[in-house]
């Protein structure tokens, strides 16, 4: 059975999302986002940077929410939620599948560590200002590319939708989805619909 460790509104949602759309089953391991139980023994044990999410299926434990969404979807997708291989289809999705986190999470993450997280005696405002500024350029990108099409990658969900539906829920939480980009704004509706999402972030 796959164990999935779990925190709200963390990156773990993505792994959660996926193993409801695909129907695998899971056990949930749910910690507060907080030293007592990221930096636990235990847990450090399994993450040994006291992050989420990890997993740990049958003794395998993966922590990179790319890396095991792409492990879950070549041993349990079926070919699901994702185009053919070796497809130019499939480029367009490991494009923007990677985008999502090595591109966008890059800035919403100053806006969260430097807004929220750290001390407020630690934040620097300057960090958080210009992370909500390529925050936004990355919402420009998004809105010319969803200008006439339901998901990123065309006319069918994927993967890639969960990769970057996690970036807006924070982009949400954040007060970053404006009128300003009405695609987006959209585009995270329709995400926010679907069962599985509602389900990862209850």
Wanted: proline share 6%; net charge negative; charged share 20%.
């Amino acid at each position: 059975m796959l164990k999935i460790y779990h925190a709200k509104n963390t990156r773990s949602v993505r792994i959660v999302w996926l193993c409801e759309e695909l129907g695998i089953p899971y056990e949930l391991k749910t910690l507060n986002f907080a030293p007592a139980d990221l930096q636990s023994e235990a847990y450090l044990a399994i993450h040994p940077l006291g992050k989420v999410p990890a997993v740990d299926e049958d003794g395998l434990i993966l922590n990179e929410s790319g890396a095991i969404t792409q492990y879950l979807l070549a041993k349990h997708g079926n070919g699901r939620l994702e185009p053919k291989h070796g497809t130019p289809e499939h480029a367009q999705f490991l494009h923007w599948f990677h985008f999502a986190e090595a591109t966008f999470m890059g800035p919403l993450g100053n806006i969260a560590q430097h807004a929220f997280i750290r001390p407020e005696a630690d934040r620097i405002p300057q960090i958080a200002l210009e992370g909500q500024q390529n925050a936004k350029k990355m919402l420009d990108v998004l809105e010319k590319e969803l200008s006439d099409k339901p998901y990123v990658c065309g006319a069918e969900f994927s993967a890639a939708d969960i990769m970057l539906g996690y970036d807006l829920l924070l982009c949400k939480l954040f007060g970053l989805l404006t009128p300003d980009h009405p695609k987006v704004s959209a585009y995270f509706a329709r995400l926010s619909e679907r069962p599985a999402f509602q389900k990862a972030t209850a």
